[in-house]
């Protein structure tokens, strides 16, 4: 594994563990040439995934483009990095064993609207506004009534 701060292509492992999940080798790396310590994660990809944007343009699946996005949507939020992981692996885990090599852009935005909701509200919304394009503060307000509604008929009832 190459040093990520010299490039030096000689690094040492120090240690090594599975993550919480298990979904990953957790490796703590030694570089003998500047003496820099960093941590790299070995996971399993069963399938090379190929994404279908909604212009119909074709790119290699990326997961930490799925956990930036996330990431992003729950900064500054009361969210543990290790619940976002475990998100994303999930997410991961499904498209692969969905049994298709390439998938809908759509399909992926769906999956983290879905375990987005279930995480946060406020970070729903926040990759909302992005997902589905807002453009307007009444595209917000409508959308924030749409998931609100069903609170306000159970308090109706």
Known sequence: MRCPYCANPDTQVKD??????????????????????????????????????????????????????IFTAC?????????????????????ESMGEAEIASSAIGEMVMEALQGLDKVAYVRFASVYKNFREVKDFESFVDSISEPTKRDEDL
């Open 16 to 69: 090594s563990r599975p993550t919480e999940d298990n979904s990953a080798i957790r490796r703590r790396r030694f570089c003998s040439s500047c003496g820099a310590r960093f941590t790299t994660f070995e996971r399993i990809q069963l399938r090379e995934l190929t994404v279908i944007k909604k212009n119909g343009q074709r790119i290699p699946f990326d997961r930490d483009k799925i956990a930036r996005s």
């Open 75 to 95: 900064r500054k939020r009361p969210v543990e990095e290790e619940r976002i992981e475990r998100i994303v692996n999930s997410i991961q885990r499904r498209l």
